[in-house]
Structure formats: C-alpha cells, structure tokens
T-cell receptor, first 112, second 116 residues
Framework: DGGITQSPKYLFRKEGQNVTLSCEQN?????MYWYRQDPGQGLRLIYY???????QKGDIAEGYSVSREKKESFPLTVTSAQKNPTAFYLC???????????FGPGTRLTVT | AQSVTQLDSQVPVFEEAPVELRCNYS??????LFWYVQYPNQGLQLLLK??????LVKGINGFEAEFNKSQTSFHLRKPSVHISDTAEYFC??????????????FGKGTKLSVKP
C-alpha cells in the first residue's frame, strides 16, 4: 500500500529536550511538507521541500529544523528553542504535476 | 497573497438533514480549490477538488461543492448527513500559476457535529 507514515503516533518529552518526528512516504512524491495544527487555528506551514537536499522555511519555522537527504524521508526536529511545542504535527507530500497534498496520520507531541 | 475564510467554526446538524459548510477565498490570481476532512486524531483526507471545467464538483462520501468565481466561494454541501460525517472540514487553495510552489493555504476549519 502506498502512503505516508508518521511515527510515533504519540510522543512525550520534557521541556528543554530536542525531539525528532519521522515522516516517510512511498508515493515517489517530490514535494514534502510539515504542518503544525493547534485547536481553532487550522494548519500552519513549518517547512517544505520540493526536491532532495533542498528545503524552505514556511510561516512558523522558528524553533524547528528539517533535513531531506532521501526522497522518501523528511524528518522534523523540534528544538528546545520552540517556545510552545505541544501540538499535533502533520506531514504531507505532493506528486510532480499534481496540486493536492496527501497527508500522514499525524504525531501528537506533548512537552511538559 | 491568498487567504481562506471558513465562515462557521462549528456547525451542529441533525442526522439526515442537509448541510452546507461555507468557504470564501481572497486572491489576486486564479486558484485551485480543495476540501479536506479530518476525523479525530487522524490526518487530512481529500474530499474533492476544483481544477477546471464544471463548477459543480462531486467528491467522496456524497459531498459536493460549487465554485462561484464572482463570489469567490467554494461551499461544501451534502443533502443528507450521517453520524459518521462528524469531523472537521478544511477548505484550501493554491495558485494556478505555480507561484506558491504548490503550497496550500488553509482555512481555520469547520467542525461538523451530526446529532441523532
């Protein structure tokens, strides 16, 4: 089955620790995206990548970092600099020539 | 820049009643339009999209939407809802000219609550 996987589903961390969220796709999509979702705020773009070894900041990149070393993988690191990291994080991908994005199941991060 | 406004944050409705979820957008260039659905603690699933052609678009689960260019709207409708339609619905746009690099602009979502 083709799709996007995000792991883990739930993640708990102590304040001050960096944490990496995994996103893998086997759809052969070139573009990948990370969004943050908070209640009542919709989806906000953190980072996106159009091709391997290249990525751009979205609207709320501060306190986050990414890498795109492989086409299939786009991990997101939430650093200790992110002031309010508790949220639901969604990864998405888009195929070349296509306009819709396909989403993974999400990771709910709780930092205490 | 583009923006999307979903006019209702919550819509309660009884089972088997019709529903309309409203979406208006603002853009200086032509756009493609999408509706996504999100069930609790899950990712987003594409319901339908408007790229070109007929302004009435049919999607999955019996939903349809109508693109109205003059009113810059893309309202989502279903003639008879089921309990299983309870979810959050997101309207989104992207530029037709590729100027946004395929990035989607989302509305803040509408929570549909279907009551028995």
């Amino acid at each position: 089955d083709g799709g996007i996987t995000q792991s883990p589903k739930y993640l708990f961390r102590k304040e001050g620790q960096n944490v990496t969220l995994s996103c893998e796709q086997n759809l052969n999509h070139d573009a990948m995206y990370w969004y943050r979702q908070d209640p009542g705020q919709g989806l906000r773009l953190i980072y996106y990548s159009q091709i391997v070894n290249d990525f751009q900041k979205g609207d709320i990149a501060e306190g986050y970092s990414v890498s795109r070393e492989k086409k299939e993988s786009f991990p997101l690191t939430v650093t200790s600099a992110q002031k309010n990291p508790t949220a639901f994080y969604l990864c998405a991908s888009r195929g070349q020539g296509s306009y819709e994005q396909y989403f993974g199941p999400g990771t709910r991060l709780t930092v205490t | 820049a583009q923006s999307v406004t979903q006019l209702d944050s919550q819509v309660p409705v009884f089972e088997e009643a019709p529903v309309e979820l409203r979406c208006n957008y603002s853009s200086s260039v032509s756009v493609y339009l999408f509706w996504y659905v999100q069930y609790p603690n899950q990712g987003l699933q594409l319901l339908l999209k408007y790229l070109s052609g007929s302004t009435l678009v049919k999607g999955i689960n019996g939903f349809e939407a109508e693109f109205n260019k003059s009113q810059t709207s893309f309202h989502l409708r279903k003639p008879s809802v089921h309990i299983s339609d309870t979810a959050e619905y997101f309207c989104a746009v992207t530029r037709r000219d590729g100027g946004s690099q395929g990035n989607l602009i989302f509305g803040k979502g509408t929570k549909l609550s279907v009551k028995p």
